[in-house]
């Protein structure tokens, strides 16, 4: 019978070890100084997956434990995403477009009964949408202040023409703050064509019917774009009102 799942063992850890090495040395040939970032977001992956692979079975045993871990998931991507586009201490609002984005889609996708209403099917849409929303404000924020910092002229120059402060930050920050939802959009256009999401193949692993998978990464995919697309509006206006900003 054919091997269905990974074979955890010294040739598994062994090829994780090759992969991170090769991604350092990319990073590291072409100066991008992230090669020290690489290592240590995939040591980090590896110790938390270890602690998440040996708590889930429990946390997934209860309802309160589902709910505080989903919790948990919404503080660190909101930890994640502020110090991404500023500072935790500056960029705490940045938990509003995440939480907003996320949990209302989830919450209606269950009510729907087009997802089950256990926890072993709520917590990883949850996951999903969290990492989607927490993505999509990570690269909405930082391109908005990264146009309002180098396109400050054009700024000052709404102002002067009547705009309010929101209006001319608006004006300079929200067309290349959209580009935020492109990754979406591209995954979207492509599934099935270039890549077959983690959603469709665990449906399939799990013995659902081509048909099944096919629907649940499709409603996952529509989900993420509905997500990810509030998560980008509230934070381009968290950054023009001034809510969302960087030291100085």
Do not use: K, N
Not at 96 to 121: E, Q
Not at 181 to 186: G, M, N, Q, V
């Amino acid at each position: 019978m054919a091997q269905s799942g990974i074979i955890v063992g010294p040739v598994f850890a062994g090829v994780l070890a090759a992969l991170v090495l090769i991604a350092a040395l990319a990073a590291r040939v072409s100066r991008l100084g992230l090669s020290r970032s690489v290592v240590t977001a995939a040591a980090r992956a590896v110790l938390q997956l270890a602690v998440v692979s040996l708590l889930i079975t429990a946390v997934l045993r209860s309802w309160w434990a589902t709910a505080g871990f989903i919790a948990l998931m919404l503080a660190v991507a909101t930890g994640t995403s502020a110090r991404r586009v500023s500072t935790l201490r500056l960029g705490w609002a940045v938990a509003a477009p995440i939480a907003v984005g996320a949990l209302p889609i989830g919450a209606g996708i269950v009510a729907a009964h087009t997802m089950p209403w256990t926890t072993i099917a709520v917590l990883p849409i949850a996951g999903i949408l969290i990492g989607g929303a927490m993505t999509a404000t990570s690269l909405a924020g930082r391109r908005a202040l990264d146009e309002l910092r180098t396109r400050h002229g054009e700024y000052e120059a709404a102002l002067a023409l009547g705009f309010l402060p929101r209006e001319a930050a608006l004006e300079v920050c929200r067309p290349t703050a959209g580009q935020a939802l492109f990754p979406a959009l591209d995954q979207t256009r492509t599934v099935g064509l270039v890549t077959l999401p983690g959603a469709f193949v665990g449906v399939l692993l799990g013995g659902g019917s081509p048909v099944q998978a096919g629907a649940t990464q499709l409603l996952v995919l529509v989900a993420l774009l509905a997500v990810e697309a509030i998560a980008v509006v509230m934070t381009v206006e968290l950054v023009a009102a001034g809510v969302v900003r960087r030291p100085g």
